[in-house]
T-cell receptor
Framework: LAKTTQPISMDSYEGQEVNITCSHN???????ITWYQQFPSQGPRFIIQ???TKVTNEVASLFIPADRKSSTLSLPRVSLSDTAVYYC?????????????FGKGTHLIIQP | GAVVSQHPSWVICKSGTSVKIECRSL??????MFWYRQFPKQSLMLMAT?????????EQGVEKDKFLINHASLTLSTLTVTSAHPEDSSFYIC????????????FGDGTRLSIL
């Protein structure tokens, strides 16, 4: 299974754009890149998933370079409620059929 | 809206009690569902894969007789913690993925289990 490396923690301020980069040097051809957000005492919430180039939805963008060995989750104009742990995973074929291996995640703290 | 529902969200019980946690996929049929455990300030750890109509597969180190999994229908998996002890206190989370390729897993809101 491909491992991921991401910063343990990050700080930012309300209204700023936050970029969290994840390294996955051993990503395989059929692996996707998936990001989850987790608040305390809640299950992880799916944010975004991509395979290559750029993916954008209503809450985030995901930038994936051509070699796919890293990815960057971009959160535009963050608010205090974006304080959470963000997990980067590289599940086979999107992850729906196999159990997921979670790393330590990035604890994002947004200050006023 | 929620894709996966988990119940109960919070349980406190005495040592030696068995506790059942339900996980439902709300708008799709899930032949496979997953159970995770999360201790405070730690990441999620996969415990087992629940397979509809067949036995669950457990990760190394997870006692199958302790954590009974039943996946009797395409929308419901249950995890029963048998003869629970204080060390079983944790946050248990289930998930399921929509059928078809390239689909992510969606998680329930978790069950906080406290054994006294």
């Amino acid at each position: 299974l491909a491992k991921t490396t991401q910063p343990i923690s990050m700080d930012s301020y309300e209204g700023q754009e936050v970029n969290i980069t994840c390294s996955h040097n051993n990503i395989a051809t059929n692996d996707y890149i998936t990001w989850y957000q987790q608040f305390p005492s809640q299950g992880p919430r799916f944010i975004i998933q991509g395979y290559k180039t750029k993916v954008t939805n209503e809450v985030a963008s995901l930038f994936i370079p051509a070699d796919r060995k890293s990815s960057t989750l971009s959160l535009p104009r963050v608010s205090l409620s974006d304080t959470a742990v963000y997990y980067c995973l590289v599940p086979y074929s999107g992850g729906g059929a196999d159990g997921l291996t979670f790393g330590k995640g990035t604890h994002l703290i947004i200050q006023p | 809206g929620a894709v996966v529902s988990q119940h109960p969200s919070w349980v406190i019980c005495k040592s030696g009690t068995s506790v059942k946690i339900e996980c439902r996929s709300l708008d799709f049929q899930a032949t496979t569902m997953f159970w995770y455990r999360q201790f405070p300030k730690q990441s999620l750890m996969l415990m087992a894969t629940s397979n509809e109509g067949s036995k669950a597969t457990y990760e190394q180190g997870v006692e199958k007789d302790k954590f009974l999994i039943n996946h009797a229908s395409l929308t419901l998996s249950t995890l029963t913690v048998t003869s629970a002890h204080p060390e079983d206190s944790s946050f248990y989370i289930c998930s399921a993925g929509r059928p078809g390729g390239d689909q992510p897993q969606h998680f329930g809101d978790g069950t906080r289990l406290s054994i006294l």
